[in-house]
T-cell receptor, first 111, second 114 residues
């Protein structure tokens, strides 16, 4: 799998948008970008994934650059409950089940 | 059930003892996965079950680790002769067959070997 690089931490004000960057410059053409998060003492939670088009769901938006070497996860209106470690990974979909997370970005949402 | 259920949530055991960790996946999910997460470390794949196929055990760190899945539902991860380096959070996840998107994880079992 392609490696990803994320900043170790970031703060965000409650109610504001949180923009989380991820670099994946060695991504292959068949690899998807996935985002998960892990709130303290809970298991990882799937957020969103995409191949090359921007994606949006009820939790977040994913913006992937045209060259696919980087992406940004956007939490449109951060709440205190969004405080978590956010993981960006790249993997081939469907049968690629050997998930492996790095250190991720620790996001702290402040009131 | 509504989510993936794991038990116990916490387990403290003495070095050398055997432990069993249980996972109840979401009803109807044919794929089940075990991972572990050590303090300050990322996620590490352990084993994968898919329906009646032979499980992928390639992530098990040693032959002290084994897992079963009975009736295509509940799974048990067994660690024999536990060592201190086995201390970690053991996470179970399940998904529908061939899911291209994320899995549903349980809250994990925190294992501490003293």
């Amino acid at each position: 799998d392609a490696k990803t690089t994320q900043p170790p931490s970031m703060d965000c004000a409650e109610g504001r948008a949180a923009n989380l960057p991820c670099n994946h410059s060695t991504i292959s053409g068949n690899e998807y970008v996935y985002w998960y998060r892990q709130i303290h003492s809970q298991g990882p939670q799937y957020i969103i994934h995409g191949l090359k088009n921007n994606e949006t769901n009820e939790m977040a938006s994913l913006i992937i650059t045209e060259d696919r070497k980087s992406s940004t996860l956007i939490l449109p209106h951060a709440t205190l409950r969004d405080t978590a470690v956010y993981y960006c990974i790249v993997r081939v979909s469907s049968n690629d089940y050997k998930l492996s997370f790095g250190a991720g970005t620790t996001v702290t949402v402040r009131a | 059930g509504a989510g993936v259920s794991q038990s116990p949530s916490n387990k403290v055991t003495e070095k050398g003892k055997d432990v069993e960790l249980r996972c109840d996946p979401i009803s109807g999910h044919t794929a089940l996965y075990w991972y572990r997460q050590s303090l300050g470390q990322g996620l590490e794949f352990l084993i994968y079950f898919q329906g009646n196929s032979a499980p992928d055990k390639s992530g098990l760190p040693s032959d002290r680790f084994s897992a079963e899945r009975t009736g295509g539902s509940v799974s048990t991860l067994t660690i024999q002769r536990t060592q201190q380096e086995d201390s970690a959070v053991y996470l179970c996840a399940s998904s529908p067959a061939g899911a291209a998107y994320g899995y549903t994880f349980g809250s994990g079992t925190r294992l501490t070997v003293v």
